[in-house]
């Protein structure tokens, strides 16, 4: 069974808090098992406050100038090639997708959850609208291939809310199709089947971290966290997104949902999403998610990204992965 390494460190000081008497602060080092990164766990810190910010009013002070808002949307996003969709834009229930006018690849996708949803708190962001703007991405990608087999790369991303790099208030998810793997993909492809096997059987046998088994899907809260209160979700019977049949997107669509429930718990209302495709049928590779949190906005603002994850690549954080599954299993249980 694959080891989960993890090293528990102490650091000395003389603290101004205790007359300067010597104190040992505790924090450990954890490696991830897929990827090789490493992040360190500062328990008890609280890194992050909770948020004060009225998020409602400011959707409110910005939506003059939303492109995406239904009033405006028809006429200031742009329309898909026609040889990719001869009516410009692909639409699921709600959801609708157009090319990114800011593209990260050749084929950049932005699909709102719907024109109408302004302003979305976490709780708000029902299995339903997960799940449709998940199947226009989808679609998006399908549609892609068909015209260009050689992009074979798909991932669905998010920022959600200023904190999490987004330039638009309006809630939306990114598409992207690529023919070579983002730094990202191509590690999580290179860990192999055995280590993932591995990885996740340890993980069961643990429990410490499994958050639930729905059946297609299998949740965890990350042993080495990347961001704050990671989640991974992983697919075993699925390597790109576009081999998603509609019953596993409402499932994983489900389980994004509850997870979304667990960050509002913990006092957060901002994060980022990662869906990372391999070239279909890629052999023993699971279609991977991540999911964080960001921090609060607030006055003054503190970015939860420093120089140790932006230049070092290696997560720092206060929330223990085994109290975020204490909190996310609940959600999961109740769908």
Request: with cysteine; charged share 25%.
């Amino acid at each position: 069974m694959l080891e989960l390494r993890r090293e528990e460190l102490t650091a000395r000081i003389r603290d101004p808090a205790g007359n300067f008497e010597e104190t040992e602060l505790h924090f450990e080092i954890r490696t991830d098992p897929l990827s090789g990164h490493t992040s360190r766990l500062l328990p008890g810190t609280k890194l992050l406050p909770e948020s004060t910010f009225d998020l409602a009013e400011l959707a409110k002070e910005t939506r003059r100038a939303c492109p995406f808002c239904g009033e405006r949307i028809e006429s200031a996003t742009p329309k898909l090639p026609e040889d990719l969709a001869p009516r410009g834009r692909i639409q699921v229930g709600e959801a609708v997708l157009f090319p990114n006018l800011l593209p990260y690849s050749e084929y950049s996708s932005v699909s709102v959850y719907s024109p109408d949803r302004r302003f979305l708190k976490l709780r708000e962001i029902s299995p339903r609208l997960i799940a449709d703007n998940l199947s226009a991405q989808i679609e998006f990608a399908r549609v892609v291939m068909r015209h260009d087999p050689g992009a074979r790369w798909v991932s669905i991303n998010a920022n959600y809310l200023p904190p999490s790099g987004s330039s638009v208030f309006h809630p939306h998810l990114q598409g992207s199709v690529n023919r070579s793997p983002t730094t990202m993909q191509r590690l999580l492809v290179a860990a192999g089947a055995d280590r993932y096997r591995g990885y996740l059987d340890a993980e069961r046998a643990s429990g410490e971290r499994l958050v639930a088994d729905t059946g297609n899907v299998t949740w965890l809260a990350s042993f080495a966290s990347i961001g704050p209160a990671e989640m991974r979700a992983f697919v075993p019977a699925v390597a790109s997104p576009v081999e998603l049949d509609s019953a596993v997107v409402e499932e994983l669509s489900a389980g994004i949902a509850a997870v979304l429930a667990c960050y509002a718990d913990l006092g957060f209302e901002s994060f980022n999403l990662a869906v990372y495709g391999a070239p279909p049928s890629a052999k023993g590779y699971p279609l991977n998610l991540r999911m964080i949190c960001r921090s609060n906005l607030g006055t003054p603002y503190r970015s939860d990204a420093t120089w140790l994850e932006r230049l070092h690549w290696e997560g720092a954080t206060d929330l223990v992965p085994e109290e975020v599954a204490v909190c996310a299993r609940p959600h999961f249980e109740s769908r």
